[in-house]
């Protein structure tokens, strides 16, 4: 097959129509570049831990030339390695029996006291049922579409057996409840859990030293999301962590942009840590540094049309920001807003867009080796000499000087 992207996205959609099956398109940089699935799948709250789990799992498989069936918390899926783009095609999630009240039950146990119980129900209920021989089916002959190559079915078993049990045994979870109990594991932690994110969201910073030396993600708690590593199953449920902490600070009204940027920059150092001592270290400072930012942000409230400014000018620093372009986002005149943004905040609007940039500046010259001349441009000053000015009335000294002082 072409290897053209419009190629792979067309082959995608086309399955995604047929068989009502969510389809993914992980890049050779291990992006989603594309999906195709249902909205209401997207808008999920366990959709970016799904997403989370899949590119986990891709990134440890092997990439050879048949489809990879595996499935975790009864949903299943199967990707493919693509040679003409080095990327991934993941097909999934699919259930294979309906699931009955009971069984619903039983999951719906599982995450007790966690937020979003009803919307668990709805996403599980949503899923296409297909059964294990059917999916192998749509496997290999999603398989063929790509390399137009065709596969023996016996073959391809053998090589997914070690998944093929899981497969199997994941049409009843009840046995997992059993094993469960068998060997003492329960998900007793869920309502520590939940207390954190109250924590979290209501940014009380004092509170957490009573709680945090417990793990608010415990694996012997919480279940096992890998088999084959216990690191790798600690990381998956600490990333899990970090998504639900950071949505907690969002609710709690901590800035999108940041609370998602944070959260990408502690998943990336959780997938650096190699021993489990490190991993719960990090997750304690996620944990003390979104909720007292969480607490700063309460600790300075502002009307909605100011917090809205706040916000815009956050996220476009680095861009002209011009009074008018406020004014429209709040659907003020001019000079109200100025007026409005003067008495809430004690200064001028421009006045405090400068005095962020600085504070940007500051970042950058002592964590970067940037030349000044370029941090200057990015942040919108004029020309060097007006920077440098700029950056000494509002610090006494010069970026140079400024950036030195951190090399001592």
């Not at 502002?302 to 996220?315: D, G, K």
């Not at 080796?369 to 509002?394: A, C, E, M, T």
Request: charged share 25%; aromatic share 12%.
């Amino acid at each position: 097959m072409n290897g053209r992207i419009e190629n792979i996205h067309y082959i995608c959609q086309l399955i995604f129509e047929a068989h009502h099956l969510s389809v993914f398109y992980i890049n050779q940089y291990g992006e989603f570049e594309f999906e195709c699935s249902p909205s209401q799948f997207q808008t999920s709250p366990y959709y970016d831990s799904l997403k989370f789990r899949m590119m986990e799992y891709t990134a440890q498989q092997e990439t050879i030339e048949i489809p990879i069936f595996f499935s975790y918390s009864n949903l299943q899926f199967f990707s493919i390695h693509l040679n003409q783009t080095s990327g991934v095609i993941i097909v999934g999630p699919c259930i294979h029996t309906e699931i009955t009240e009971e069984k619903m039950n039983a999951i719906m146990d599982s995450y007790k006291e966690l937020p979003h119980k009803r919307a668990l129900f709805d996403f599980y209920q949503a899923l296409p049922v297909i059964t294990s021989e059917q999916f192998l089916t749509i496997g290999l002959l999603t398989f063929s579409l790509f390399y137009e190559q065709l596969l023996d079915k016996s073959y391809v078993l053998k090589k997914n057996k070690e998944l093929d049990s899981t497969l199997k045994l994941s049409d009843h979870p009840d046995l997992e409840l059993s094993k469960g109990r068998r060997n003492f594991s329960f998900h007793s932690n869920l309502s520590h859990e939940r207390v954190l994110l109250h924590y979290v969201k209501n940014g009380q910073i004092e509170k957490l030293s009573d709680v945090v030396n417990y793990s608010i993600f415990s694996e012997d708690e919480l279940g096992v999301l890998s088999k084959r590593s216990r690191i790798r199953s600690e990381k998956n449920l600490m990333i899990t962590g970090v998504a639900l902490i950071c949505r907690a600070a969002v609710e709690g009204g901590l800035n999108e942009e940041t609370a998602f940027t944070l959260s990408d920059f502690y998943i990336q150092q959780l997938e650096e840590q190699d021993n489990l001592k490190a991993i719960q270290a990090i997750m304690s400072e996620v944990l003390y540094d979104f909720t007292n930012r969480v607490h700063q942000a309460k600790e300075n409230k502002y009307s909605r049309t100011i917090t809205s400014c706040l916000h815009y000018i956050y996220n476009h620093l680095y861009e002209d920001i011009t009074l008018e372009m406020l004014a429209e986002l709040t659907h003020l005149s001019p000079n109200y807003l100025s007026s409005l943004f003067k008495k809430e905040m004690g200064t001028s609007i421009s006045h405090y867009i400068q005095s962020q940039r600085i504070e940007e500046a500051k970042k950058l010259l002592s964590l970067t080796k940037y030349p000044i001349s370029d941090i200057g441009s990015w942040l919108n000053f004029n020309d060097q000499s007006y920077f440098i000015r700029v950056f000494k009335k509002h610090t006494g000294m010069t970026p140079k000087k400024y950036r030195d002082s951190f090399q001592e």
